[in-house]
Each structure stands twice: as structure tokens, then as C-alpha cells.
């Protein structure tokens, strides 16, 4: 599985960042960057899942 950021749709809200800052970072203007899209485990996979569902702008989504 791998998360995809929309930088076009992304608020620069930070909820991704707050979650999960090891996979998710912001630029200078607030605006996501992915730092790690891969998620593996099980486990990683669910909280991927908890993250990209808490985006307000539904700029993140998820890939096989
Ligand atoms: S939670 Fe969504 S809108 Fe907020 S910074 Fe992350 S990708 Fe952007």
C-alpha cells in the first residue's frame, strides 16, 4: 500500500502531520509532503488508513 498527497487539494490543516510526522511533513507554506508513502504491515496499513480518513481537504488517498 502507498499514500498519495493531492498537493492541489491539501489545506495545509496539519492533521496528517500531527498523526502520523514520521510519514508526513509540511513545506514552508504548510502544504503536505510525504516523507515515507510505503506502508507494509498490517498495523502500518491501519493507521495509514485512520490518517487519510481524517484529512479535511480528502487530499490524501491510497494506492496498491
Ligand atoms: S491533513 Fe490533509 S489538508 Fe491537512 S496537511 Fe495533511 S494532507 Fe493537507
Not at 507494509?40 to 496499513?45: L, M, V, Y
Given at each position: 500500500m502507498r499514500v498519495i498527497a493531492d498537493t492541489n487539494r491539501c489545506l495545509g490543516a496539519g492533521q496528517c502531520v500531527l498523526a502520523d510526522p514520521e510519514r508526513?511533513?509540511?513545506s514552508d507554506d504548510g502544504i503536505v509532503v510525504v516523507l515515507r508513502a510505503e506502508a507494509?504491515?498490517?498495523?502500518?496499513?491501519e493507521e495509514v488508513?485512520?490518517?487519510v480518513s481524517h484529512c479535511p481537504s480528502r487530499a490524501?488517498?491510497?494506492a496498491d
Open positions: 508526513f511533513d509540511q507494509t504491515d498490517p498495523a502500518e496499513q488508513r485512520e490518517t490524501l488517498s491510497l
